[in-house]
């Protein structure tokens, strides 16, 4: 089983949609979660850290279930903008590894 | 942006030559990873530095090496280059080892002919 698992999409939602992402994590010893956007041929940026009691960033939600081994990211009202790769990412502890999912892919339409 | 700077921003080599890529971290970060991103894949771990000693390594053969030095800035040499490891090749820095955000450079794109 893979450290980090992301269904790749690509999702295709129109334009004011509500989208949700799920990743999955098969280390029950990882700490700490976070949802970083990617676009095309750019670096990964942070989206937002993943809390365990969920957390709240404009349209964006994220949630932590730690009894799954997963966790989400909403977005509500999408906008065109919102079109990107978002990445899953996992801290593995004790080695202190970040550990990228491979991405999925979302692409807002008009 | 980020902070973190990443040297040069493409580079093209032929197979079997050597390569070493730089990065400069954020102000006041003391960790580094370095990730190699295939096309259409997700970054894959290559290994970490903290306070200039490598502390994490993933899947990778011995000739992916690197350093990181005194101010923390890192570098990464790939030797014997293949066709394969045509990647975008990324740069984080953390503030600190534990459960921290890392901060991105723009990344280096390699390709090998």
């Known amino acids: 089983r893979k450290e980090v698992e992301q269904d790749p999409g690509p999702f295709n939602v129109p334009e004011g949609a509500t989208v949700a992402f799920n990743c999955t994590y098969s280390?029950?010893?990882?700490?700490?979660f976070f949802w970083y956007r990617q676009d095309c041929r750019k670096e990964p940026k942070l989206l937002m850290s993943?809390?365990?009691s969920g957390n709240e960033d404009g349209r964006f939600t994220a949630q932590l279930n730690r009894a799954s081994q997963y966790i989400s990211l909403l977005i509500r009202d999408s906008k065109l903008s919102d079109s990107a790769t978002y990445l899953c990412?996992?801290?593995?502890?004790?080695?202190?590894?970040?550990?990228f999912g491979k991405g999925t892919r979302l692409h807002i339409l008009p | 942006e980020t902070g973190v700077t990443q040297s040069p921003t493409h580079l093209i080599k032929t197979r079997g030559q050597q390569v070493t890529l730089r990065c400069s971290s954020q102000?006041?970060?003391?960790?580094v990873s370095w990730y190699q991103q295939a096309l259409g894949q997700g970054p894959q771990f290559i290994f970490q530095?903290?306070?200039?000693?490598?502390?994490g390594r993933g899947n990778f053969p011995p000739r992916f090496s690197g350093l990181q030095f005194p101010n923390y800035s890192s570098e990464l040499n790939v030797n014997a280059l293949e066709l394969d490891d045509s990647a975008l090749y990324l740069c984080?820095?953390?503030?600190?080892?534990?459960?921290?955000?890392?901060?991105f450079g723009q990344g280096t794109r390699l390709t090998v002919v």
């Open positions: 984080a820095s953390r503030r600190d080892r534990g459960n921290t955000e890392a901060f």
């Open positions: 280390n029950s010893a990882s700490q700490s």
């Open positions: 993943v809390y365990s």
């Open positions: 990412v996992v801290n593995i502890n004790p080695e202190d590894k970040i550990i």
């Open positions: 102000s006041g970060h003391n960790t």
């Open positions: 530095y903290y306070r200039e000693e490598e502390n």
